[in-house]
């Protein structure tokens, strides 16, 4: 038996190495199913706790254009969810399931949207900054080896590049507008730009789980790379909105043809992945909420289907009766 | 503030009046349907909904930048739609209450929208004859969007009227709460009449028949009383829309006269 | 360790099979919507393509959510949906047998025949 488990193993790793696809019904180590069920539905729940911090301002975006840019944006968010616990319900575990885990607690989402949005500039830093981000890590994963992920990630790809556009160009009306514009859009960058970097993960000494998903090519690229890649991009971006970076030790650095930056406050980090960040709880309270609110609403539907199905069939009958 | 001299022209301009009353109508559900981005039951249908916001957020615009190029061509003033949606108080509002009473739960969310909708449904069929280009072409591309708001929200009227013993009380609780606000819909004001004098009779009749399909179908019944609250279209609202306002225009209003 | 993955909500239905989500003991089936497979064809299209998942309740429910989560960019004007429960899909132990007595059939490919240069229109 173990002989075969490790036959299954060998032949497991050699089709990611040759950049086959997994599918659900192929054979895979049961750390390979829990660690892309992890990912996934983390995935997941962080776009739809992600709705929240922006939803915020669906309510108040200042022109009707801008509302319906946030609108849609936020919905895409909904959607990209969707598309992602679709791909972790091929791996046998239930959407129910999943929001069980996200409603407990057990399941983390990303620590980005415990921060609250406080002015219309966050809706551009977030565009801008947080879906940068995600963008970077989102790409490699449109090559991820487990097939229904890296056909999700493709969809969302497609769709979120307009979310990063449309923030930087949100920033830069506001950039070149009046100075409590630019004080606002100032204030928002300074808020997201550290909470932004930690989104990349632990410093790569410290990420217990990257070897196995590099080996497996979960991942393909580690925390601390994408990292550098969002900070030599952003550095750069930012002179277009003549604004600064929070941070006094980011330079140049010609040697390794990067920017150099400052220390990242892992405790905060910690902080708010252990749930004190600002806005954990409300987060958490809206989601619950949400769901629980609905349980009548997926009740009825469900009962209501059941009623019509069952009226159809008897009608079938009948029918057939009469034509005997 | 709107500008003193757009203010005047608007009161004395039936037209003009009239498409800010469809322009309001189709923000102030938008914005109340906008508001369960996020919160809905389960996801697709909270995609769904917000589908709808986004339609009705798009017919809005349209009516707003048609009414601001009119209001622009004969006061030489420029507006926008921004304007007109961001810088009106409650009393310059002219949409039915029905549109901006608060949610409520899901039911009575779709049952809102169903019951408005089914109204702009036979309305804008009967725009899309209108002798004004701009107006007709505003009616023929939003009514593809009302026939699928109606589809949508018949359905959700049917599962939940015909569903759980819990979703029918809801539902009756709902159309208690929302029957009384819908009389105003029916009946044209003055503004109205010279768009749809001659049709608003047959848009009122086949407007209770197709709720009286749909109910009977969801085993639902209507209240059977008169009395109709009105005032919305001549600005006279309920509570509701001053905190609407004052979430939706906030930003405009602290920091007047800025470029977002 | 577990070898086989018992269940999978898609594609994961042999005959016989009454389908995954009736099976789970740990959860209420009445809870929990379907899951549907979302096929649509593009404008310019020829075939129906595997767009994704959703949950629904019956076969209106899934294809107007389908609508509404997968046509919100202009992906598709026709769409086919099915209860996930209802697709069979081959077996990846079965790939060998299935699919590689294709591999030396190369007859059936016009490249196969070296024909004239002369020889116009074929």
């Known amino acids: 038996m173990d002989q075969t488990a490790n036959q299954l193993q060998d032949q497991f790793q050699q089709r990611i190495d040759l950049e086959q696809k997994i599918e659900p019904r192929d054979w895979m180590p049961e750390k390979y199913r829990q660690t892309l069920i992890r990912q996934i539905s983390q995935h997941a729940h962080s776009e739809i706790i992600g709705m929240l911090p922006e939803g915020n301002w669906i309510t108040r975006a200042p022109s009707l254009k801008r509302k319906a840019i946030l609108l849609a944006k936020v919905q895409d968010e909904a959607g990209h969810g969707l598309y992602l616990y679709s791909a972790a319900e091929t791996l046998g575990i239930s959407r129910d399931e999943m929001y069980e885990q996200l409603h407990s607690g057990k399941a983390k989402y990303s620590s980005i949207f415990n921060y609250p949005t406080l002015s219309w500039a966050d809706m551009g830093a977030i565009g801008w900054?947080?879906?940068?981000?995600?963008?970077?890590?989102?790409?490699?994963?449109?090559?991820?080896?487990?097939g229904p992920y890296a056909r999700a990630m493709v969809r969302v790809c497609k769709e979120e590049s307009f979310h990063q556009r449309q923030g930087f160009e949100c920033l830069l009306q506001l950039s070149r507008g009046s100075e409590v514009q630019r004080q606002m859009c100032q204030d928002a960058i300074n808020r997201w730009w550290w909470p932004s970097l930690m989104m990349f993960g632990p410093k790569d000494d410290e990420s217990p789980n990257s070897k196995l998903s590099m080996q497996w090519k979960i991942k393909r690229f580690s925390n601390d790379e994408l990292r550098q890649k969002f900070v030599d991009m952003i550095a750069e971006q930012i002179k277009l909105l003549n604004m600064v970076l929070p941070d006094p030790d980011l330079t140049w650095n010609e040697q390794t043809k990067h920017y150099d930056y400052g220390a990242i406050n892992w405790e905060e980090f910690k902080?708010?992945?252990?749930?004190?960040?600002?806005?954990n709880k409300e987060r958490l309270e809206a989601r619950k909420k949400a769901w629980t609110n609905g349980d009548w609403v997926r009740e009825a539907a469900t009962v209501h289907a059941a009623k019509q199905?069952?009226?159809k069939s008897e009608a079938q009958t009948f029918s057939a009766k009469e034509t005997q | 503030m709107l500008q003193q001299s757009i203010k005047s022209y608007i009161q004395q301009d039936l037209q003009t009046q009239y498409l800010l009353h469809l322009a309001d109508n189709a923000l102030i559900l938008s914005h109340r349907n906008s508001q369960w981005c996020g919160h809905g039951p389960i996801l697709e249908q909270d995609i769904a909904l917000t589908n709808i916001a986004l339609d009705q957020l798009g017919q809005a615009r349209n009516l707003y930048q048609y009414a601001a190029l009119l209001i622009t061509e004969k006061t030489g003033i420029a507006t926008t739609e921004d304007q007109l949606a961001y810088l009106r108080d409650v009393g310059e509002f002219k949409n039915c209450l029905l549109a901006e009473l608060p949610n409520g739960d899901w039911g009575q969310t779709v049952l809102r929208n169903f019951l408005m909708g089914s109204y702009q449904f036979f309305l804008y069929q009967e725009l899309q004859q209108s002798a004004i280009g701009q107006l007709k072409a505003i009616a023929e591309k939003s009514i593809k969007e009302i026939t699928y708001h109606v589809r949508w929200s018949a359905d959700w009227v049917l599962r939940l009227g015909d569903g759980t013993a819990e979703s029918k009380g809801r539902m009756v609780q709902a159309l208690?709460?929302?029957w009384a606000y819908t009389g105003e819909m029916l009946e044209p004001c003055d503004y109205e009449l010279p768009f749809i004098a001659t049709q608003s009779s047959f848009i009122k009749a086949a407007w209770e028949a197709k709720i009286a399909s749909v109910f009977s179908e969801a085993s639902l019944v209507h209240p059977t009383n008169e009395w109709m609250q009105s005032g919305g279209k001549k600005g006279i609202h309920t509570e509701h829309l001053g905190y609407l306002l004052a979430e939706m225009q906030f930003l405009q209003r602290a920091y007047p006269g800025l470029e977002w | 360790m577990r070898l086989y993955l018992q269940k999978n909500h898609y594609g994961d239905y042999g005959d016989g099979h009454a389908g995954g989500l009736e099976q789970d003991a740990h959860q209420d089936p009445q809870k929990q919507w379907p899951l549907w497979e979302v096929f649509m064809r593009s404008k310019q299209g020829l075939d129906h393509k595997h767009a994704g998942s959703l949950h629904a309740v019956d076969a209106t429910m899934a294809l107007e959510n389908a609508r509404d989560v997968y046509t919100r960019r202009k992906e598709g004007v026709s769409i086919w949906v099915v209860e996930s429960k209802h697709i069979h899909a081959s077996d990846p132990n079965a790939a060998a047998e299935f699919f590689e007595p294709a591999n030396d059939k190369i007859y059936r490919h016009p490249s196969f025949y070296d024909l004239p240069?002369?020889?116009?229109h074929m």
Do not use: H, M, W, Y
């Open chain 1, 129 to 146: 900054l947080v879906d940068g981000a995600a963008i970077l890590n989102q790409v490699p994963l449109c090559r991820t080896s487990f």
């Open chain 1, 271 to 279: 902080q708010v992945i252990q749930g004190n960040g600002p806005c």
């Open chain 1, 309 to 311: 199905a069952k009226r």
């Open chain 2, 176 to 178: 208690e709460l929302l």
């Open chain 3, 117 to 120: 240069d002369s020889l116009k």
